[in-house]
C-alpha cells in the first residue's frame, strides 16, 4: 500500500550525501535517505555500473508530498523561512549481482521505489539507442490522491533545424516547454564550458521535448545526463544536466 506522508520539518543534514551500495552472499543492496531517494540509487547504479540514466521529476504540490526546511544560505536566518522539499526519505532495494542487466535492474528499482511510500510514482522508459530515462508520471492531487500527470518532457514542440550552439539549443528547447505546459524551465547546474563551446543543429515538428534534448546532448560526443528536479517553492523545474566520469 502507498503510505501517506504527512509534512513536517526534517533537518538536511539527516539525509544522507550518497546512497550506500553493497555486495552481499550475491546480492546488491542499495540503501538510500534523500528527498530524492530513487534518484540518489539511480546515481548509486551509475558510480557502480557507468549507466546514464535520465531523471525526472513529477510536480510534487500536495502537502503530503513535501516536507519543510530552512533555506541554505537565507540572508534572513533568523527568520527561519521555510524552503519546500519532495517529502522523500528512506528507501532499500535489492537485487542479484549476477550478470546485472540494466532494463531489469531499473525495472527492480522502480518497482521497488513505487511500492516503498516515497512520494511519486515513476516509469521507465527506453528510448533511442538503449537510453533509459526514470520519469515521474504521478504524485498527490490537491485531494491528497494519487493522480497521473501530464509528464513535462513529453509535450511536442517545434524546433527550427538550424546551427546553434548547445546551451542555446537547451535553452530553446526549455523555453518551449514552458509555453506548451505554462510552467518555467530554468537550466540549472551544467558543464557550461562545454555546452557553449559545442554546436548542434537539431530541430523537427511537432517532436517530444525529451527527444530532441537527447539529441542536443549527444551531439557533444560525451556522456552527458539530465535531472529534471521540480522546485516545490516556485513550482517550476531546474534542469541539471551532468557529464559522466568515465572511470569504470
Not at 552472499?25 to 540503501?31: E, F, Q, S
Not at 504521478?138 to 500527470?149: E, K, M, T, V
Not at 510552467?183 to 540549472?188: E, H, L, Q
Request: glycine content about 8%; aromatic content about 8%.
Amino acid at each position: 500500500m502507498y503510505q501517506a506522508i504527512s509534512q513536517t520539518t526534517r533537518e538536511t543534514g539527516s539525509y544522507v550525501k550518497q546512497a550506500a551500495i553493497s555486495e552481499i552472499a550475491g546480492t546488491i543492496h542499495i540503501v538510500a535517505d534523500s528527498p530524492r531517494p530513487l534518484e540518489q540509487t539511480i546515481d548509486a547504479l551509475q558510480q557502480k555500473y557507468g549507466w546514464v540514466v535520465d531523471y525526472e521529476d513529477p510536480q510534487f504540490i500536495s502537502k503530503l508530498d513535501l516536507v519543510e526546511t530552512a533555506k541554505p544560505g537565507d540572508p534572513a536566518p533568523d527568520l527561519n523561512l521555510p524552503a519546500l522539499l519532495p517529502g522523500g526519505g528512506p528507501f532499500k532495494v535489492e537485487f542479484p549481482a549476477v550478470s546485472p542487466e540494466e532494463e531489469k535492474i531499473l525495472q527492480i528499482v522502480v518497482d521497488s521505489y513505487n511500492r516503498s511510500g516515497n512520494p511519486g510514482r515513476f516509469e521507465l522508459r527506453k528510448g533511442q539507442q538503449g537510453a533509459f530515462f526514470v520519469v515521474g508520471a504521478q504524485a498527490r492531487d490537491g485531494a491528497g490522491q494519487i493522480s497521473r500527470q501530464q509528464v513535462l518532457l513529453d509535450v511536442p514542440i517545434t524546433l527550427a533545424a538550424r546551427k546553434r550552439t548547445v546551451s542555446n539549443t537547451v535553452n530553446l528547447i526549455c523555453r518551449k516547454i514552458a509555453e506548451g505546459r505554462r510552467i518555467a524551465v530554468t537550466v540549472g547546474v551544467s558543464p557550461r564550458n562545454l555546452l557553449d563551446h559545442n554546436d548542434a543543429t537539431v530541430g523537427g515538428t511537432r517532436v517530444s521535448a525529451r527527444e530532441l534534448l537527447l539529441q542536443t546532448l549527444r551531439s557533444t560526443r560525451h556522456n552527458l545526463y539530465w535531472r529534471l528536479l521540480f522546485d516545490p517553492d516556485s513550482k517550476g523545474y531546474f534542469l541539471d544536466i551532468h557529464s559522466l566520469r568515465t572511470s569504470f
